[in-house]
């Protein structure tokens, strides 16, 4: 993995690059941010960096035995450590280095869902447990060559207690040339004791049009549908896969969303009983993801008759409908239509009968609408 693989956060890179070219590098570095900006990918950048011998206009140079030996995951003195499903009594990250390589490759943003799955078990609570600690100076003792040994540790804020007290004293001394890079989506999760050891670099949110870039590059889809799903995605990469994956449940939604508000306008309860119905067929999650969808569009039609089309992030089927819709939301009913959805979606997450609910919020539109 190399610097220039990873879209954005140029400032970050650049700070990086400056840490090790001054040789100021600290021992435990945390770099952290909301889950799919690519925190992963650029610690493995990182260490890449620090290994390569043929930097290259900031960069390592790819080609190297190092760069190469990092590209295959088989690299002596980069030791990854991430969490993982209680076997036994002893159980460390190396039991699942071979399903690891496959994440890595599979999911580079790291989806934890995915994760999960690999280890055959989509409801499990992988943690870092205290036998982590010993292997990883285990792993350092016996590889120590002279190279810099780096630690690339995933979700720091899943390791046990009594795994983080015994590393402390790894952190605050390392063994020999040793360092670890921490990539943390919840750093306040982190226990206290390791988190104030560490320097912090924050990854905010990639910018829409980078995210547009890696979804016209990767799906081959038109710039304006790239840019609608890009904001939507809200700066993850990961949303933005899963929008694009999801593009028939879009659809489903916004026939869903369309079907809603022309029977509400049309008064036609007995056929909105119908359609709560179907909604609440989608099950809790799949209504709490529609619901969410409405929020979307009531926002985005709001805009729509606002007239202000550069904040506009529409796809081209969301856009016809809108081009007649919009007319309908405005400043006397859109902050109501929104805490309406709020709280049908409370409701829901609440195990509230969901047939009940869909309906009461539908009728609720009728009169919003006439507003």
């Not at 071979?98 to 690999?118: A, I, K, Q, V």
């Not at 489903?252 to 909105?272: C, G, N, P, S, T």
């Not at 049908?344 to 009169?367: E, H």
Request: a neutral charge.
């Amino acid at each position: 993995m190399r610097f220039s693989d990873i879209p954005g956060h140029e400032g970050v890179k650049e700070r990086l690059r400056a840490l090790v070219d001054s040789d100021r590098m600290p021992h435990a570095l945390l770099i952290h941010g909301r889950p799919g900006v690519g925190k992963m990918s650029m610690a493995r950048a990182l260490a890449q960096y620090i290994h390569c011998t043929n930097r290259q206009g900031g960069d390592s140079c790819g080609c190297c035995p190092s760069c190469l030996q990092h590209r295959s995951f088989n690299h002596i003195d980069t030791h990854y450590s991430f969490p993982v499903l209680k076997k036994g009594s002893e159980t460390v990250s190396d039991d699942e280095l071979d399903r690891w390589r496959r994440f890595l490759t599979e999911s580079p943003y790291m989806n934890f869902g995915h994760w999960l799955s690999l280890l055959d078990n989509v409801n499990g609570q992988p943690a870092i447990y205290v036998e982590e600690s010993a292997d990883i100076m285990r792993r350092i003792n016996l590889t120590s060559h002279g190279g810099r040994q780096i630690v690339i540790m995933w979700l720091p804020e899943r390791m046990r207690v009594e795994c983080a007290n015994k590393l402390l004293k790894l952190i605050e001394e390392p063994l020999g040339d040793s360092m670890f890079i921490l990539v943390s989506n919840d750093p306040e999760s982190v226990l206290p004791t390791i988190y104030s050891r560490t320097q912090r670099v924050e990854m905010l949110r990639l910018p829409d049009e980078a995210i547009a870039d890696y979804i016209e590059q990767k799906y081959s889809m038109p710039r304006h549908d790239a840019l609608a799903l890009a904001h939507l995605a809200d700066g993850s990469i990961l949303q933005a896969d899963y929008r694009v994956q999801n593009i028939e449940r879009q659809q489903q939604y916004l026939d869903l969303f369309m079907r809603l508000m022309r029977l509400a306008y049309q008064k036609r309860v007995a056929e909105l009983r119908v359609w709560a119905n179907e909604v609440a067929g989608l099950g809790r999650e799949g209504s709490i993801e529609f619901l969410a969808y409405c929020l979307e569009q009531i926002r985005e039609n709001f805009i729509y008759h606002l007239g202000v089309s550069s904040l506009n992030y529409l796809t081209v089927d969301e856009g016809r409908f809108a081009q007649n819709f919009h007319r309908f939301i405005n400043e006397r009913n859109v902050l109501e239509l929104t805490s309406r959805l709020e709280k049908t979606i409370t409701d829901i997450r609440a195990n509230g009968n969901a047939k009940i609910i869909m309906y009461d919020f539908a009728v609720r539109v009728i009169m919003l609408l006439r507003r």
